[in-house]
């Protein structure tokens, strides 16, 4: 096996991720060159996989680094002579037929479906694919800069993970958002059942909070561990129609069941939300004023033992306000660390500190880009 590049001392990686535990600090700007960097020096035609508003901040971000882009393709199902920012949307084959296939193809768009993905791998296979990581929600983008910002932070979140899978994502997730290289997220990837089996062990009687509870899907996926049973569940979801949904389908479990429009926040206030249903949701500048609650003020004492957050970047202020609850009841977590560059070390470094008797993991399930990347915790 080719060797990769030291990580720190006492360790390398291979292309597959692997390594053995060194002893001393890493050196996480040796990992990777930022994909900006590469593709502002690229000379080959840099072409665009996909429309939408992953193209629109990777755009955004062309701009500001002053990365020029040559063309936009789409699947051919979605091509109809239309623009986006002025390049016409054409097929791959067109794009091959016009440049060739000595091209830098930029993926821009995120998707876990397995069909989807395997167009994207397909690509790779043939072409140089880069996935370039921008945050989901406004913030700090991820490369070499942000990197000397937060490497003590980013080597004390390594140090508190609980196995070497939570380790081999940990360093394969700077890889990816360093180089976009899709390689890295396919390394270390497994699925939900591996998590909810080995780590979270969800059992019958489960005081289940669910903040961000969407159309209630991950009730539904909890539920599949549990063959249905449940003690309570608490379900907080501030998006006006994904609420609907989530209530109609609340009906029909029998049982103590808690459906309330709001988001999960540090404190019972009322924000401004965007309410635009999925990942375009969250707390924003304008938007349509929306209760936000606390989860301590929510439960009031009562119990909880497993808790899931998917709150598109209000994660800290989500934690904050269940601070209580997690201190008493150690319920275990289900934390998204993906919406901001940060989440995915300093998410893990907020639990510590709330609970330091927490074993912490960190696993990325099949997506490009890094989305679904959690952070599971669970008390020994």
């Known amino acids: 096996m080719k060797k990769f590049f030291p990580l720190y001392s006492g360790v390398?990686?291979?292309?597959?991720?692997?390594?053995?535990?060194?002893?001393?600090?890493?050196?996480?700007?040796?990992?990777e060159r930022s994909v900006w960097q590469v593709l502002r020096e690229e000379k080959r035609p840099i072409i665009?996989?996909?429309?939408?508003?992953?193209?629109?901040?990777?755009?955004?971000?062309?701009?500001?680094?002053?990365?020029?882009?040559?063309?936009v393709f789409a699947s051919d199902e979605f091509v109809r002579g239309h623009s986006f920012h002025g390049f016409r949307v054409q097929k791959l084959s067109e794009v091959v037929q016009q440049f060739g296939e000595d091209i830098v193809i930029v993926i821009a768009f995120a998707s876990q479906r397995p069909e989807v993905l395997e167009k994207m791998y397909a690509l790779d296979a043939r072409f140089d694919v880069v996935a370039p990581d921008v945050p989901v929600v406004p913030g700090a983008v991820f490369d070499m800069e942000f990197i000397r910002m937060h490497e003590t932070e980013m080597q004390q979140a390594f140090d508190l993970f609980a196995d070497e899978q939570s380790r081999q994502v940990f360093l394969d997730t700077v890889r990816f958002k360093l180089s976009g290289r899709l390689r890295y997220l396919r390394a270390s990837e497994t699925d939900k059942d591996e998590a909810f089996c080995t780590i979270l062990r969800p059992a019958h009687e489960e005081h289940f909070a669910d903040l961000g509870a969407y159309t209630g899907d991950t009730i539904r996926e909890l539920l599949r561990y549990t063959d249905g049973a449940f003690a309570s569940i608490t379900a907080l979801e501030p998006d006006r129609r994904s609420f609907r949904k989530l209530t109609a389908y609340a009906e029909g479990l029998s049982g103590n069941v808690r459906c309330e429009q709001a988001g999960a926040w540090s404190s019972d206030t009322v924000l401004c939300f965007s309410d635009q249903a999925g990942r375009q949701s969250r707390v924003a500048k304008q938007g349509r004023?929306?209760?936000?609650?606390?989860?301590?003020?929510?439960?009031?004492?009562?119990?909880?033992?497993?808790?899931?957050?998917?709150?598109?970047?209000?994660?800290?202020?989500?934690i904050a306000g269940a601070s209580q609850t997690i201190r008493q009841y150690r319920p275990k977590l289900n934390i998204a660390a993906y919406h901001k560059s940060e989440d995915f070390f300093q998410l893990p470094l907020l639990v510590h500190t709330l609970c330091p008797d927490y074993r912490l993991y960190l696993r990325h399930h099949p997506y490009v880009?890094?989305?679904?990347?959690?952070?599971?915790?669970?008390?020994p």
């Open 48 to 71: 665009l996989y996909g429309m939408g508003d992953g193209a629109d901040k990777i755009l955004a971000q062309f701009d500001a680094c002053g990365i020029r882009a040559s063309g």
């Open 369 to 379: 880009p890094a989305w679904d990347t959690n952070l599971y915790a669970v008390c």
């Open 12 to 31: 390398c990686a291979d292309y597959n991720g692997k390594y053995g535990k060194g002893e001393k600090n890493m050196d996480f700007l040796s990992l």
């Open 289 to 318: 004023e929306t209760q936000m609650r606390a989860l301590d003020s929510v439960l009031d004492g009562a119990p909880c033992t497993y808790m899931k957050m998917d709150v598109e970047g209000a994660e800290r202020e989500a």
